[in-house]
T-cell receptor
Framework: GENVEQHPSTLSVQEGDSAVIKCTYSDSASNYFPWYKQELGKRPQLIIDIRSNVGEKKDQRIAVTLNKTAKHFSLHITETQPEDSAVYFCAASLGGNNRLAFGKGNQVVVIP | DAGVIQSPRHEVTEMGQEVTLRCKPISGHNSLFWYRQTMMRGLELLIYFNNNVPIDDSGMPEDRFSAKMPNASFSTLKIQPSEPRDSAVYFC???????????FGPGTRLTVL
């Protein structure tokens, strides 16, 4: 089955700096890669996603890049703000169905 | 749109009791997913439905867990009998079959004493 791993498990950045979280997956048939943000005590919220026919996607301060050959994709957050502090989960679709395999999450701490 | 609705938001029960968690997916969505989240195991998919039909229940931990989706706007996850190790946050998510996006409900925090 699909194995999704995230690195690093915890990331601390100074406010205003950039944060990058990397995710690797194992199933070459995966074609959809979302990122979710979960604040303490809240639900995971979809913040950005990318499909396998695209290499990069941006939405304001966040972007996702995909390298299908190497089977990894990354979340980039620029000009970080305290409200970006949360746990970020990556996921990858499983083969041809609409299941998602989730990583264990990255704790991002933005230091004011 | 109200988003995915779950009830109750918090449940505290004693070991051996039956627990029923409820979910209303986003109107128009025809895929529904039940997840369990713990610190140790992260987000685990328990079961999912497409068009009210269970497609994959391989994540259901034991026979004590069962899920139903009697119609397009309602699903239940039942644990009978409950055990302390079932304590977790249970999320319901919905999406479109054939699509990939999943939208999560607020979750039910279950504590089994």
């Amino acid at each position: 089955g699909e194995n999704v791993e995230q690195h690093p498990s915890t990331l601390s950045v100074q406010e205003g700096d950039s944060a990058v979280i990397k995710c690797t997956y194992s199933d070459s048939a995966s074609n959809y890669f979302p990122w979710y943000k979960q604040e303490l005590g809240k639900r995971p919220q979809l913040i950005i996603d990318i499909r396998s026919n695209v290499g990069e996607k941006k939405d304001q301060r966040i972007a996702v890049t995909l390298n299908k050959t190497a089977k990894h994709f990354s979340l980039h957050i620029t000009e970080t703000q305290p409200e970006d502090s949360a746990v970020y989960f990556c996921a990858a679709s499983l083969g041809g169905n609409n299941r998602l395999a989730f990583g264990k999450g990255n704790q991002v701490v933005v230091i004011p | 749109d109200a988003g995915v609705i779950q009830s109750p938001r918090h449940e505290v029960t004693e070991m051996g009791q039956e627990v029923t968690l409820r979910c209303k997916p986003i109107s128009g969505h025809n895929s529904l997913f039940w997840y369990r989240q713990t610190m140790m195991r992260g987000l685990e998919l328990l079961i999912y439905f497409n068009n009210n039909v269970p497609i994959d229940d391989s994540g259901m931990p034991e026979d004590r867990f069962s899920a139903k989706m009697p119609n397009a706007s309602f699903s239940t996850l039942k644990i009978q009998p409950s055990e302390p190790r079932d304590s977790a946050v249970y999320f319901c998510a919905s999406g479109l079959a054939g699509g990939n996006e999943q939208f999560f409900g607020p979750g039910t925090r279950l504590t089994v004493l």
